[in-house]
């Protein structure tokens, strides 16, 4: 039997640029890839650390109150996500799993907005286009194929017109989405085109209760070898490092050097959704052993070892957290309910008679209750 309670039987190695005290590690190959990262920019990133595990928190208790059917919370993966978000271009395109709130949140969409399709008012929270970002994708590794099509998309935009820009998709996926085909799949176009796709698996030890010990006896990041695509691994719970290992590939990829995967490092702290109970097949240390990699606490010393953090960032922020926690309940609440036949609207793209016929049925059905 494989050691199913060894979270940390792949952690060896990754790139690590803020120790677990805060400290910062030299590195001559990524330190010139974060050096615009000054005292602002980096009270910046523990900012949006903070406000999304906030959002994410209110998440958890508005569905817990019965507001929302659903939450997958991102806690403990703030640092992979607000990395790679704020990592991003806006003509970038995003193509995400159903976890990375913080990727949204960086991609521009509005707090609120996050919660649309968990409330199930909406089949997407937000105008993809306007955000650069698709909406979640919920079929395990789907996405890596869209966002290989998008890049093969720029590709051709790009030999046909050369002012076109060099933008990158990524798709965000968990541990558990390397075994799915259409990761494999994507990652073999990928490679043979060349496309300018970033792959972002956050290995976050669990595919709900399967550790990540069932899928792979290699580390996730040893796998694209195979397919020709340069890899790294990088320390998920520290923001500079995902910055910087985020900020090569793009650069490579935007530069014509093909696809590039990221394998962060990290540890879902909570459920894998509201539906799940961890404790059911997690071990309680597992959960202490991660809480001292926290990821905004590790900011948060390095902050202070450098003099900028006092208590003037500090109530700022919590401020901020709560003006947004407020207006991300009162919105959620005040969420219309959308007309029950507009589920039929926007399935295809030209009419469509056996789906007239069935929103004709429920139509009738709707009208059979008396109001
Ligand atoms: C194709 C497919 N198979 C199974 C499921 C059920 N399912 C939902 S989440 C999940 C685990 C995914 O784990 P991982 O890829 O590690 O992402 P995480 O949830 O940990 O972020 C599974 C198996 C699904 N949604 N889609
Ligand atoms: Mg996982």
């Known amino acids: 039997m494989p050691d199913a309670a060894k979270p940390d039987a792949t952690t060896q190695d990754p790139v690590r640029l803020l120790d677990e005290h805060g400290a910062r590690t030299a590195s001559d190959r990524y330190d010139p890839l974060i050096a615009d990262l000054d005292d602002h920019a980096l009270a910046g990133l523990y900012e949006d650390m903070v406000l999304i595990r906030r959002i994410d928190a209110e998440g958890m ?37 159903y976890r990375e709130h913080g990727v949204a949140y960086c991609r521009g969409v509005a707090p609120v907005d996050l919660l649309r399709v968990w409330r199930g008012v909406s089949v997407s929270g937000w105008d993809p ?23 093969m998309g720029i590709q051709n935009d790009r030999e046909r017109d050369p002012a076109t820009p060099d933008s990158v998709a990524v798709a965000c996926f968990g541990d558990g989405a390397m075994s799915e085909g259409d990761v494999n799949e994507a990652m073999v176009f990928a490679a043979t085109y060349q496309a300018p796709v970033v792959f972002f698996c956050q290995n976050n030890q669990y595919a709900i209760s399967e550790p990540v010990s069932l899928q792979t006896r290699v580390p996730l990041a040893d796998r694209p070898a195979g397919f020709g695509i340069p890899s790294a691994r990088v320390d998920g719970n520290d923001v500079l490092a995902v910055t910087a290992v985020v900020r090569e590939a793009l650069e490579r990829a935007r530069g014509g050097g093909g696809p590039g995967f990221i394998e962060a490092v990290t540890y879902r702290m909570g459920p894998h959704t ?93 009208g059979g209750f008396v109001s």
């Open 61 to 97: 208790a508005l569905q817990r109150q019965g507001e929302l059917a659903l939450w997958p919370p991102l806690l403990g993966q703030e640092a992979a996500q607000i990395g790679l978000g704020r990592a991003l271009r806006s003509d970038d395109f995003v193509f995400s799993s």
């Open 274 to 366: 509201t539906a799940d109970d961890p404790t059911r097949y997690r071990d309680p240390a597992e959960l202490e052993l991660w809480s001292a990699r926290d990821p905004i606490q590790r900011l948060r010393a390095h902050l202070e070892s450098r003099g900028a953090f006092g208590p003037e960032l500090e109530e700022s922020v919590a401020a901020r957290a709560d003006q947004v926690a407020a207006e991300l309940r009162a919105g959620c609440i005040a969420m219309p309910d959308p007309d029950a036949l507009e589920v039929f609207a926007d399935v295809y793209a030209e009419p469509h008679a056996e789906l007239d016929r069935q929103r004709a049925d429920y139509a009738r059905y709707l």
């Open 129 to 151: 286009f306007e955000a650069g970002m698709a909406s979640p994708q919920v079929i395990i590794g789907a996405q890596a194929l869209h966002a290989t099509g998008y890049a």
